[in-house]
């Protein structure tokens, strides 16, 4: 799990991102703020789409650590005892910051958006055409042409 900045309205913003260990992208979310508040948000919102990390590799973001203590402290208040392992190691990521490369090359040439809700919307698309490219779906045999209709069907 990682994040980049994406620029919106002159203002930086963040665009959390979450990949697994093959490169698939697991969840995303724009964010205006850079705290624990949309960090847990972002965990929240990974963990219902895809189920249970057993564990979550993040740089030395203290926003980021602090989310997934949010996770696990709501663990521990329903009584399990399996907790999320968090290893907090500046390199480990690589994955997903070789995976930001393709959101930058597509955003830099935009400079801004205009809007935090255009912003979102476009870079939920970007996202989609980025995991079909990936051939993340379960029709991988197809074109990308045809997984997109695949989608819309």
């Not at 402290?73 to 997903?96: A, E, M, P, S």
């Not at 255009?118 to 995991?131: D, F, N, R, V, Y």
């Not at 993340?136 to 045999?141: A, E, L, P, Y």
């Amino acid at each position: 799990m990682d994040e980049t900045y994406i620029k919106v309205k002159g203002r930086w913003c963040y665009y959390y991102r979450a990949i697994d260990k093959f490169g698939a992208t697991l969840d995303f979310m724009l964010s205006e703020h850079r705290d624990e508040e949309a960090a847990t948000r972002f965990f929240k919102k990974a963990i219902e789409n895809n189920g249970w990390p057993d564990k979550v590799v993040i740089d030395k973001s203290g926003a980021n650590y602090a989310g997934l203590m949010n996770i696990n402290t709501v663990l521990f208040l329903h009584g399990l005892t399996c907790f999320i392992d968090i290893f907090q190691v500046k390199y480990l990521n690589n994955i997903v910051e070789q995976d930001h490369r393709f959101i930058k090359k597509i955003t830099k040439p935009m400079m801004s958006f205009k809007s935090f809700h255009s912003a979102s919307a476009t870079l939920s698309g970007i996202e989609l055409a980025h995991m079909i490219r990936k051939k993340q779906f379960k029709s991988t045999d197809l074109s990308d042409y045809h997984q997109f209709l695949e989608l819309v069907a």
